[in-house]
């Protein structure tokens, strides 16, 4: 049997619906922007596997650092106990972090760092003695499938039967230029009220509804408007962390900083899980007291696990290496100069960028997991790009380490795939 065969004997996939889609690739190797499948095809990783892998796939940089951490310290407790990778770590994070930013706190994924920033916030005003319950969200935003983060996402594609039991969440479009007087508006009238505990928000880029971008001058007034009304603000940048918007955070292009940030994905350069919301000292002193109960009671089995921080140490370093750094500039002005090339086709409706996040919008309406998205993914797919168009957009978000030549194959890819339809 192939592994395509045995795949599906026992194994459930996530976001598919088996019976429409029952085959999936097998991929056995891995190594810089390239996957190879058990058919010896490869394809270049343009969306970096879920905007994980930024440094490149099994990058010999980060692999020998937790190859040795392994033999070193596996895990440990991390309730009453503590360890350097851990401590290193939460020096280099709050080293390039927005200035305000003083305390780091670990969980095992995107879904759970929202979830702890959630948390962290109705017990800031709890702590406080002024209990507050709603919060308000993006329109389209995403902050993952747990309970806490499917509630403030607005992307409710297939929610349906769990909204009976989400948290009270309000939302307001993401604000433009143009719709600004308006959102202001709604904004004000929302917090007026004086019930809203947080405002939850992806700085500038919402990733899962298909890149839409908005406009930093425009959050940096909302984050104003927050503080003004004693709202706790929370930045998800699980997508948008390490250096995909051009600096090392979205949060770093607003003069304003959130009281609270959510990291995963490339946190751990897609070796392995980890998550981390980072808070100000002022939410943390809230949670100090003499009173236990006024503690933050929330604690994953594989907190801080000496591994994952060894790989997040390793993929801080790298992000800041001149390499890198030169890379993304090189990426962000090659997709810049595809993008004159390429904005007035006539199949195209709308392209956008911000750093190394570009995006694509065809003039077509498509489904978000609609038939023709299946088809334009297997025409990427024969022609050994991995890209996976949402709804009508088709986005690269590629690793760092892409070389120039496999850029342009992605690309051209892109130029092919507008023909066929
Ligand atoms: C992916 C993502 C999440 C959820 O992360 P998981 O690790 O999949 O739970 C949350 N917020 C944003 C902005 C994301 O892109």
């Known amino acids: 049997m192939t592994l395509k065969e045995r795949d599906k004997k026992h194994l459930w996939h996530p976001l598919t619906q088996h019976k429409l889609h029952p085959d999936h690739i097998a991929i056995t190797s891995a190594k810089g922007a390239l996957l190879y499948d058990d058919q010896g095809n490869e394809y270049i990783d343009g969306i970096a596997s879920w905007y994980t892998c930024m440094y490149g796939h099994c990058n010999s940089f980060i692999t020998d650092r937790v190859a040795q951490q392994m033999q070193e310290l596996d895990h440990v407790v991390f309730a009453g106990f503590t360890h350097e990778p851990a401590i290193k770590l939460s020096e280099a994070l709050i080293a390039i972090l927005p200035e305000n930013q003083e305390k780091v706190f670990f969980s095992d994924n995107g879904s759970t760092a929202v979830d702890v920033a959630i948390k962290m916030a109705l017990q800031y005003h709890f702590n406080k003695g002024g209990k507050r319950s709603k919060i308000i969200a993006l329109e389209d935003g995403f902050h993952g499938d747990t309970f806490g983060a499917m509630s403030v996402s607005g992307l409710s594609v297939y929610n349906g039967p ?38 939850v928000y992806e700085p500038l880029v919402q990733g899962a509804a298909a890149m839409k971008m908005f406009d930093p001058e425009c959050l940096n007034t909302l984050l104003a408007i927050a503080k003004d009304y004693g709202v706790v603000t929370i930045a998800d940048e699980v997508m948008t962390g390490f250096g995909k918007t051009g600096k090392h955070f979205a949060s770093l292009h607003m003069e304003n900083k959130p009281d609270i940030m959510c990291l995963s994905k490339a946190l751990t350069a897609g070796l392995v899980p980890m998550a981390i919301t980072t808070c100000s000292e002022e939410i943390y002193s809230a949670f100090l007291s003499d009173d236990m109960s006024k503690g933050f009671f929330h604690g994953h089995t594989y907190s801080a696990n000496p591994i994952s921080c060894t790989a997040a140490l390793a993929g801080i370093a790298l992000l ?53 998205r299946y088809q334009l993914f297997d025409f990427f797919m024969q022609h050994g790009v991995c890209l996976r168009p949402l709804g009508n957009t088709i986005y690269i978000l590629a ?9 342009h194959k992605i690309y051209a890819t892109i130029e092919k795939v507008l023909a066929t339809f």
Request: no cysteine; aromatic share 10%; glycine share 4%.
């Open 162 to 199: 769990f909204e009976d039991f989400f948290i009270d969440v309000a939302r307001i479009p993401a604000p433009t230029k143009a719709n600004m007087p308006l959102v202001e508006d709604l904004f004000k009238k929302l917090l007026s009220k004086g019930d809203v505990a947080a405002f």
């Open 320 to 372: 800041q290496s001149e390499e890198i750094q030169e890379n993304i500039q090189q990426i962000i002005a090659s997709h810049a100069a595809f993008d004159a090339k390429i904005r007035n086709h006539p199949k195209i409706k709308e392209t956008r960028q911000y750093g190394v996040i570009y995006a694509i919008d065809l003039n077509v309406t498509i489904e978000r997991y609609g038939n023709l």
């Open 399 to 407: 690793p760092y380490v892409i070389t120039k030549k496999q850029l």
